[in-house]
Nanobody, 118 residues
């Protein structure tokens, strides 16, 4: 079992930047997939960015390509989402997610609110 604690959300003006962090504890040696999702009010949760360590794969939603960067610090069991050039439509609750494989049911963070004002 993996426990995840997120931090770094907040209120920022359009064009600004934020960095989200997700610290993992527990059975972290099993983690191969790390991802960030977001859910805006009245919308479904969507994948924002993902890292699959075994294949060296990193992928982003089209809406954030070139603006967001996902990364991991393995010794610290922490992953990050660097968000730049933020837009009001980026406003959502952001969740980190980890799993052993793409097919497994993984673990979710508690969510952190990101609000971008126009």
């Amino acid at each position: 079992q993996v426990q995840l604690v997120e931090s770094g959300g907040g209120l920022v003006q359009a064009g600004g930047s934020l960095r989200l962090s997700c610290a993992a504890s527990g059975s972290t040696f099993r983690i191969n997939v790390m991802a960030w999702y977001r859910q805006a009010p009245g919308k479904q949760r969507e994948l924002v960015a993902i890292i699959v360590s075994s294949g060296g794969i990193t992928n982003y939603a089209d809406s954030v390509k070139g603006r967001f960067t996902i990364s991991r610090d393995s010794p610290k069991n922490t992953m990050y989402l660097e968000m730049t050039s933020l837009k009001p439509e980026d406003t959502a609750v952001y969740y980190c997610y980890v799993s052993s494989t793409l097919l497994d049911t993984g673990s979710w963070g508690q969510g952190t609110q990101v609000t971008v004002s126009s």
